[in-house]
């Protein structure tokens, strides 16, 4: 999934001689917390209402310009990129969201928000789902013969998890289409392995 398909196309930018207070105002008008500023076509910084917050209940509010506040050279993503490199960027740098170029020029901001949607979506997690939580003993056999023995079940995977937090044996999450899951889990017991829990 590229970030060209989730990112926010319609971006409201500011200008850098723009006073902090129109910042604010436009933010809040638009009920958002990133704003790119932009000058002639180019963006020259970030500003994020959490780094205007500190000037709230200052008489600096009323004597600063965007362009003095701004987040200069900001962390961004090429359009191009996977939502997965976005994901990390964000995780990594403890950021709200990405201003998102294509050959240099703006052209969308993507947010935590965004992304959380596209793995919602990418799980599965909307569907009418069951989901298996599997501690698989690899002594009996792989995650793929466990997939295989569910779909001659004639059931729907949906999506696939593993817990790498885990360093002894794995735990798989294994979303399903809603089924029966009773002779599914009896096959997947049947071949050593165990179903840990059973979420609707």
Do not use: C
Not at 28 to 47: A, N
Request: charge should be negative.
């Amino acid at each position: 999934m590229k970030v060209k398909n989730w990112m926010n196309k319609n971006v409201v930018t500011i200008s850098p001689d723009a006073g902090l207070r129109d910042a604010i105002e436009i933010m809040h008008r638009y009920s958002i917390r990133h704003l790119p500023v932009v000058e002639d076509g180019k963006m020259l910084g970030f500003v994020t209402e959490s780094n205007l917050r500190q000037y709230l209940l200052t008489d600096m509010l009323n004597e600063l310009t965007t362009s003095d506040v701004m987040i200069i050279n900001p962390i961004t993503i090429d359009s191009n990129a996977s939502i997965d490199s976005a994901a990390r960027l964000i995780h990594e740098y403890k950021i709200g969201g990405l201003p998102v170029l294509e050959k240099r020029k703006l052209v969308g901001i993507i947010t935590i928000t965004d992304i959380l949607g596209a793995f919602i979506e990418l799980l599965g997690l909307l569907e009418e789902s069951t989901r298996l939580d599997v501690l698989l003993d690899e002594k009996r056999g792989s995650i793929d013969d466990v997939l295989k023995l569910i779909k001659e079940t004639g059931s729907r995977i949906i999506s696939v998890g593993v817990d790498t937090q885990s360093s002894r044996r794995k735990v798989y999450y294994i979303r399903l289409e809603k089924t029966d899951v009773a002779p599914i889990i009896e096959k997947i017991e049947g071949q050593g392995h165990k179903v840990l829990s059973l979420i609707d």
